[in-house]
């Protein structure tokens, strides 16, 4: 937009500001220079490209993102912990789980809350290698599953989600294996899947020990 003859001046902070009022999910150069009432092209002589527009606004979106830790904690509940408070922030702010699965950590703020957990991890016996491979590990599930958790939101009002619940439905031994299944919300779920993960881990890679990664048959 021109005002005037002159064209609209606006600020890397005006920038940040507009993304964030669309989303990450919905980001766009050309969403935001309209946000903003300026051409792509004056918006290209601030930010190169989509993807540090996208680095811009995650990482404001994350300097948010405080994790709460208690050290009386054991590893194992630390880590279910700081899979809670993660799934937690990144379905609030939509579009910042599929930000971090696809490149962690890529700023400031992606870099504070990895040394965070390797402190934390670190007050429980964990040098900072095994630290990173544990906060990694389950990083890498929990952005999983809050991914596939969004996506299915969003399909479970779609034709395809009566298609697939009648084929489903359709099946005596599906059918058999629901009714087994006690009532649980998508919380309950999400504990009980982060719990084994934590468990496993831990059991493979005690406080004090090294690395051992498991080598596949050749």
Known sequence: MKTGGRTASFTLHDVIQAGRRIGLTDLSMQ?????LGVT???????????????????EAILE????????????????????????VFTLGHPGTALY??????????GIRLLEQEII??????????AATVLTSSIATITLGVTVAEQERATL??????????????????????????????????????????????????????????PRTAS
């Open 31 to 35: 969403g935001v220079a309209d946000a």
């Open 40 to 58: 792509t092209a004056a918006l290209y002589r601030h930010v190169r490209s989509r993807s540090a527009l996208e680095s811009l606004v995650g």
């Open 64 to 87: 948010e993102l405080r994790l709460v830790d208690d050290p009386a904690e054991p590893a194992v509940a630390h880590l279910i912990g700081f899979a809670a408070q993660l799934r």
């Open 100 to 109: 971090l699965q696809r490149l962690f950590p890529r700023g400031p703020s």
């Open 120 to 129: 934390a991890l670190g007050r429980r016996g964990y040098d900072p290698a």
């Open 156 to 213: 479970l009002e779609s034709e395809a989600a009566d298609e697939a619940l009648a084929a489903m439905a359709g099946s005596a031994l599906i059918r058999q294996a629901d009714a087994g299944i006690p009532p649980h919300t998508p919380e309950d779920y999400f504990v009980f899947m982060l719990t084994a993960t934590a468990e496993g881990l831990v059991a493979l890679l005690p406080p004090g020990e090294p690395i051992v990664v």
